[in-house]
């Protein structure tokens, strides 16, 4: 299986500050990583599919990259709304692994 | 507008048994590839298992935490989504999620959610 490892696993920050959320998979992967973002007690929604596509109606604050086994979720600027738990996963085996979560806090 | 709604969670004993449905609306459903995934309370995102298309092969995988007990289906006339659950262990408590799992040229992903349904395993 493919083991994905996102760093940190939680963060405090300020409305306005850029924030990245890194993610490491175990082999390579292409660029068959996406990005979830999850509210309390709310089902995830999909931020960016294939490493660096945004979502329809995602914000253009956020940003993704990264090829092969290291990618970057970026937040270029924090919104209130945007504190949240963030999820990696990979779709480059049938198996679909997810990271652990890195939780956004507000500092 | 897509809509997932999934039913059928509760609270079982140990070695029960529990059928998930998720009724789909929105998209042809028949055409979509369908997947579990579950979240353990104040735990990460699990995958549980995928079913395709009849299209394409109807081809169903396991995570194998619930291989050999669990077991996925879809009733297209229906549009709707199951998971059916055998031998329930506690660490399989869980909400459970249906998603929509989009398969293109540039991989797949999770587009839509179900808001989830709460399975509790305990004695």
């Known amino acids: 299986d493919i083991q994905m490892t996102q760093s940190p696993s939680s963060l405090s920050a300020s409305v306005g500050d850029r924030v990245t959320i890194t993610c490491r998979a175990s082999?390579?992967?292409?660029?068959?990583l996406n990005w979830y973002q999850q509210k309390l007690g709310k089902a995830p929604e999909l931020l960016i599919y294939?490493?660096?596509n945004l979502q329809g109606g995602v914000p253009s604050r956020f940003s993704g990259s990264g090829s092969g086994t290291d990618f970057t979720l970026t937040i270029s600027s924090l919104q209130p709304e945007d504190f949240a738990t963030y999820y990696c996963q990979q779709s480059y085996t049938t198996l679909r692994t997810f990271g652990q979560g890195t939780k956004l806090e507000i500092k | 507008e897509v809509q997932l709604v999934e039913s059928g969670g509760g609270l079982v004993k140990p070695g029960g048994s529990l059928r998930l449905s998720c009724a789909a609306s929105g998209f042809t459903f028949s055409n979509a590839w369908l997947t579990w995934v579950r979240q353990a309370p104040g735990k990460g995102l699990e995958w549980v298992g995928r079913?395709?298309?009849?299209?394409?092969?109807?081809?169903?995988d396991y995570a194998a935490p619930v291989n050999g007990r669990f077991t996925i289906s879809r009733d297209d006339s229906k549009n709707t989504l199951y998971l059916q659950m055998k031998s329930l262990k506690t660490e399989d408590t869980a909400v459970y999620y249906c998603?929509?799992?989009?398969?293109?040229?540039?991989?797949?992903?999770?587009?839509?959610w179900g808001q989830g349904t709460l399975v509790t395993v305990s004695s």
């Open positions: 079913i395709k298309s009849k299209t394409d092969g109807g081809t169903i």
């Open positions: 998603t929509t799992d989009r398969v293109g040229g540039v991989g797949a992903y999770f587009d839509w």
């Open positions: 294939a490493a660096s």
């Open positions: 082999q390579s992967i292409s660029n068959y």
